[in-house]
């Protein structure tokens, strides 16, 4: 069976791109499983840069989408796109402009604005880097330290959504739970309102991680993957959070989004 190939989509900015490739990501979803491929130009600043971008398109075919703020390098980009026939959207443009009416002001052209080196910054940066010393139990005198503490099997999300949690500014440990090994006993120390338990239907957790150890070249048949050893785990699971008491979410079919704002939701109600 023959696979289409993938649309590419350039996300061109003076940034890092990350707004643009948000927006494309999420309007490819609308159209999932056509595959789109995402070609991100990070810092395009001269044009020099403009020219590869145009180049590239012209060569492998593809969209061009944009978030510049200077105006010389979009006017380039626009006017080199009409005149190779390639589809661009520009996605400040507009937003800046229109703003601009309603401000009366001129807005400040300036790149990068998005991601100042703020106290803000180092705070995101400071929770990443703790979400990935304590992630999956490498490092239990984390949960002391957490604004989070994530509890679950294998394969409920743990770590994405740990993650997540970090670049909205929260320090997250997150505590796999097995049956052949108690959970830390600082779980039980610890603020149960801070804890937060991810349950799973078993038969989607027999297909995620089916998928998983295909991915790894594994037979899928392993145990891992068997369906009374996953009850055994979600059983084991069940029985730590009600001894703890912790406010539980069904991650079954939710987005990780979705999920980090369930839990932020509840974060917020407590402080």
Do not use: W
Request: with cysteine.
């Amino acid at each position: 069976m023959d696979h289409p190939l993938p649309t590419r989509v350039y996300v061109v900015s003076d940034s890092v791109g990350e707004t643009g490739e948000s927006v494309v990501r999420a309007a490819a979803m609308q159209f999932h499983p056509a595959p789109v491929e995402i070609v991100r130009a990070p810092f395009i600043h001269d044009f020099e840069g403009i020219d590869k971008v145009v180049n590239a398109i012209r060569i492998h075919g593809g969209i061009v989408v944009f978030t510049l703020v200077i105006p010389e390098l979009r006017d380039d980009l626009i006017t080199k796109a009409q005149q190779y026939d390639i589809p661009h959207i520009d996605l400040l443009g507009p937003v800046v402009a229109t703003l601009g009416q309603a401000l009366r002001q001129e807005p400040r052209r300036q790149p990068g604005m998005i991601h100042p080196l703020d106290e803000d910054y180092f705070k995101k940066v400071e929770a990443v880097e703790f979400a990935v010393k304590y992630d999956d139990g490498r490092d239990f005198s984390g949960i002391q330290k957490a604004d989070i503490i994530l509890l679950g099997v294998s394969r409920t999300s743990k770590t994405p959504l740990s993650m997540y949690l970090a670049h909205k500014r929260f320090k997250v440990a997150n505590v796999p739970l097995v049956p052949e090994m108690q959970p830390p006993a600082a779980i039980y120390t610890v603020p149960k309102d801070k804890i937060i338990g991810l349950r799973i239907d078993p038969d989607k957790l027999n297909v995620i991680r089916q998928e998983r150890l295909r991915t790894l070249g594994l037979a899928e048949n392993a145990t891992y993957a068997n369906v009374e050893r996953i009850k055994l785990e979600l059983a084991f699971a069940d029985k730590i959070m009600s001894k703890i008491g912790c406010v539980i979410f069904d991650v079954s079919n939710r987005a990780v989004e979705e999920t980090a704002s369930l839990v932020m939701d509840h974060i917020e109600r407590i402080q």
